[in-house]
Antibody, heavy 121, light 108 residues
Framework: EVQLVESGGGLVQPGGSLRLSCAASGFPFSSYWMTWVRQAPGKGLEWVANIKQDGSEKYYVDSVKGRFTISRDNANKSLYLQMNSLRAEDTALYYC??????????????WGQGTLVTVSS | DIQMTQSPSSLSASVGDRVTITCRASQSISSYLNWYQQKPGIAPKLLIYAASSLQSGVPSRFSGSGSGTDFTLTISSLQPEDFATYYCQQSYSTPPYTFGQGTKLEIK
């Protein structure tokens, strides 16, 4: 059974940093692109970043470029999101998600339960 | 970046109704269009991928159509469990793979 379990969320002050983790199980982690999607309270979904199987390609939404870094550890089947210079508008539930081997065609059909990040003084 | 615009933003309908939600891309995205359903407090669920392919396990009352810039999600006969928020997402070419703003489907 595929499982994606996020952790690392919490309350952080503006300008602070946080590192999110996503522990994957039930599938060959190193064979799939992985994605972070976030949802601000009461708002819609926002695609944040994704990373290729070997980590050689990484993409970000403009609003987090230069502040967030996506990475992965295939040996430990884990996905990460290092978030620096956090702003109030980064407050959201952050989901880890996976699609098929070509997730640009298959969409995202496995999702974690999310981890909540709150940026506030 | 490619912008996705859904309409309407909200919709009231009754059980048994046929419902259509529209999504428009700011440029051609071929058939790289996905539809998701989200209920409060739960992660999104993929309904349709590649514009018209039904995800495994999704009821056949859901269907998708379109290509290029204009797409539709149709629910042929609304069931009580279908009242939720629906999002389109483009996954064309280089990311970011943007979502539409969502359509909230409510009971009339």
């Amino acid at each position: 059974e595929v499982q994606l379990v996020e952790s690392g969320g919490g309350l952080v002050q503006p300008g602070g940093s946080l590192r999110l983790s996503c522990a994957a199980s039930g599938f060959p982690f190193s064979s799939y692109w992985m994605t972070w999607v976030r949802q601000a309270p009461g708002k819609g979904l926002e695609w944040v970043a994704n990373i290729k199987q070997d980590g050689s390609e990484k993409y970000y939404v403009d609003s987090v470029k230069g502040r967030f870094t996506i990475s992965r550890d295939n040996a430990n089947k884990s996905l990460y999101l290092q978030m620096n210079s956090l702003r109030a508008e980064d407050t959201a539930l952050y989901y880890c998600a996976r699609g098929g081997r070509d997730s640009s065609w298959t969409g995202l059909y496995f999702w974690g339960q999310g981890t909540l990040v709150t940026v506030s003084s | 970046d490619i912008q996705m615009t859904q309409s309407p933003s909200s919709l009231s309908a009754s059980v048994g109704d046929r419902v259509t939600i529209t999504c428009r891309a700011s440029q051609s995205i071929s058939s790289y269009l996905n539809w998701y359903q989200q209920k409060p407090g739960i992660a999104p669920k993929l309904l349709i991928y590649a514009a018209s392919s039904l995800q495994s396990g999704v009821p056949s009352r859901f269907s998708g159509s379109g290509s290029g810039t204009d797409f539709t999600l149709t629910i042929s006969s609304l069931q009580p469990e279908d009242f939720a928020t629906y999002y389109c997402q483009q996954s064309y070419s280089t990311p970011p793979y943007t979502f539409g703003q969502g359509t909230k489907l409510e009971i009339k």
